[in-house]
């Protein structure tokens, strides 16, 4: 099993920037694409954005494609999300999510196709 924990989250104006991160905790990391999701209340949880195992290649969602970054040092077991120009419709509470990556299609967008799951983290972002 592999376990997942976020951190980083917190409250940041309108325009501002934030960055997550996601420790994970078996050696295996390496062999996992990685994403991020996130869920506001009474919403469906969304895709954001994500990386594959062997971080060359990454896919975001339209709403924060050219704002947020994911990348991921295997090295440490750490996935990160760089969010920049954030805006009050970003405000959610951030999961990290995992699969084993094959490393033949790009990184899925679906909940479904993860495995393992972080608790969560509050972004919030005022105006």
């Known amino acids: 099993q592999v376990q997942l924990v976020e951190s980083g989250g917190g409250t940041v104006q309108a325009g501002g920037s934030l960055s997550l991160s996601c420790a994970a905790s078996?050696?295996?990391?390496?062999?996992?694409?990685m994403a991020w999701f996130r869920q506001g209340p009474g919403l469906e949880r969304e895709f954001v954005g994500g990386?594959?195992?062997?971080?060359?290649?990454?896919r975001y969602a339209a709403s924060v494609k050219d704002r947020f970054t994911v990348s991921r040092d295997n090295a440490k077991n750490t996935v990160y999300l760089q969010m920049n120009s954030l805006k009050s419709e970003d405000t959610a509470v951030y999961f990290c999510?995992?699969?084993?990556?094959?490393?033949?299609?790009?990184?899925?967008?679906?909940?479904?196709?993860?495995?393992?799951w972080g608790q969560g983290t509050q972004v919030t972002v005022s105006s």
């Open positions: 078996g050696r295996t990391f390496s062999s996992y694409a």
């Open positions: 990386i594959s195992w062997r971080a060359r290649s990454a």
């Open positions: 999510a995992g699969y084993y990556d094959l490393g033949i299609a790009p990184v899925s967008s679906q909940t479904n196709d993860y495995e393992y």
